[in-house]
């Protein structure tokens, strides 16, 4: 089985960066399908255009544009596109980076498929910053990333056994139709109290109901951003916010910039 080393995916590398222990790169996805294989790093995948799946020996993931892939070291899998162009962003971790600073490397066994909005905010951030690369980016991209193995720790979704299973269905609902949500028809849905909803979801969700919806919006608006030939408007809409001003103050709430900003740092390169 073929083995990637550090920085190495198949396709063709566009950019790269490299820090203390991370190599942070993006890629054009070329052949139709890879060889099984696997990487002696950890390493996050963020898929920036087109449509590919995932496939390792337990399950077969379809990863549509704006998906996050969380991918253990050692762990034997394989890529084929889903659409006829493909782009990625990685950010790989060396061992002696988790070392230096006392992180616990444990907390990245497995691969996972991460949906937490707040994850697809960070990345984001990090990706903005790849795409800068001036003199204060390495300090940024170094906060960023301390920042997500403290979410990624903090995330009942990654392994966690004790998740009660109407939470994976929450989680569903969640991601799937945001617009007539409420605590009732979530109840009715569910099988649960309205009650034991309100008090389970800051603890398997790590925030409220309505700011994690608020969340999801702009977890959506993240790889809109990135086609240019989508206007503010468009996003907007297929956002569910109900107009772009609301849009603006939501998305500069949680990535403190407005989404004009934003598009112009990831695509002015």
Sequence with gaps: MKVLGKGEYYGTMQSE?????????????LIARTDW?????????????GNLYDVNKKEKTNCSTGSLLLHNWQEP????KDSSYARGFHIEFES?????????????????????????HLLAKLY???????????????????????????DPSIDNTEEPTWIHRLKEILHHDTESINLQSLSHQL????????????????????????????????????????????I??????ADQSHFIRTFRTYLGMTPKQYRSKILRC
């Design 17 to 29: 960066y490299k820090i203390d222990g991370i190599v942070l790169s993006e890629y054009d996805y």
């Design 37 to 49: 294989h696997y990487h002696e790093n950890p390493y996050l995948m963020y898929v920036l255009a």
């Design 77 to 80: 899998h394989l890529n084929a």
């Design 96 to 120: 002696s980076w988790f070392d230096n600073r006392k992180l616990d490397i444990k907390l990245w066994e497995g691969s996972q498929h991460i949906e937490h909005p707040k994850l697809h």
């Design 128 to 154: 903005a910053e790849f795409k800068i690369q001036d003199a204060y980016s390495q300090l940024s991209i170094e906060t960023l990333l301390f920042q997500m193995c403290e979410n990624i720790g903090n």
């Design 191 to 234: 099988g649960v109290h309205p009650g034991h909803i309100s008090r389970a979801v800051p603890k398997y969700l790590s925030t409220t109901l309505g700011d994690y919806i608020r969340q999801l919006k702009i977890k959506k608006a993240i790889p809109l951003l990135l086609s240019p030939q989508l206007s503010y408007a468009d």
């Design 236 to 241: 907007t809409y297929d956002c569910g916010f």
